[in-house]
């Protein structure tokens, strides 16, 4: 098994130059994968891990529901946003400055393979480092992602997840809003989530602006021990 994870951090990218290099990632990792069982080979599959902040774009998983998106054409150009269906699981998110995004590309054959779980362990590494801001978060049942205030009227999610797994290898993840401008979220119905509202590390933490580079330090940290893996 393989632990090793590459980082690799993309700055600011358009989303589909991302989708694509990720989809690129995704098949080497699946073509070794069936090399070696065609060819009783025994190459190891590569991990990774990429950071990305997007221009604004509107994305739709492939269980969504497009009337989800509250703007048309015209009115996505006005706001310089671009949109696109793609094939994660979930319905209907945001990205855009101000969120880290986060993409690991894993064979989850080098870890555990368990889907539920992995979706679990990124949940706690979004919640073991907001708890490092002071901020209590945590799942809501039936919902994917990190809330913060579950069970009340003031209910709100912090960060957005979906994924896309085959022959156990893991693509999309995970949006975490530390800087984000949240009134793009207006435009939509977040993950198809009516009256839950969506924050922001800098809203919660009453800052104009939270230091990203070290909220993703964190975030490493906490997914190096949750996943027993090492970057380079």
């Known amino acids: 098994m393989n632990r090793i994870v590459e980082l690799q951090d993309l700055g600011y990218k ?23 069982r065609r060819e009783d080979a025994d190459l190891k599959t590569n991990n990774y891990f990429l950071f990305v902040e997007h221009p604004h774009v509107y994305t739709l998983g492939k269980s969504g529901d497009l009337s989800n998106l509250l703007l048309n054409e015209k009115q996505l150009a006005n706001k310089g946003a671009t949109f696109y269906k793609i094939n994660r699981g979930g319905d209907i998110t945001y990205h855009g400055p101000g969120q880290i995004v986060g993409y690991p590309i894993l064979d989850l054959e080098n870890f555990f393979t368990d889907i539920h779980k992995y979706l679990r362990l990124l949940e706690e590494m979004i919640i073991l480092t907001l708890e490092e801001y002071g901020l209590k978060a945590e799942r809501s049942e039936g919902e994917t992602g990190v809330w913060l205030d579950v069970g009340t009227p003031f209910a709100r999610k912090i960060c957005a997840m979906g994924v896309r797994a085959s022959r156990w290898v893991t693509m999309h993840g995970f949006a975490l809003n530390v800087n984000a401008d949240l009134g793009y979220f207006d435009n939509i119905i977040p993950c198809g989530i009516r009256g839950k509202a969506v924050t922001s590390l800098n809203v919660e933490l009453g800052e104009k602006e939270i230091n990203e580079a070290e909220v993703k330090e964190k975030l490493l940290t906490h997914f190096k021990k949750l996943f027993e893996a090492e970057f380079v």
């Open 14 to 36: 358009d989303y589909k130059q991302t989708w694509d290099y990720q989809e690129g990632l995704f098949k080497g990792i699946v073509d070794t994968k069936v090399k070696n």
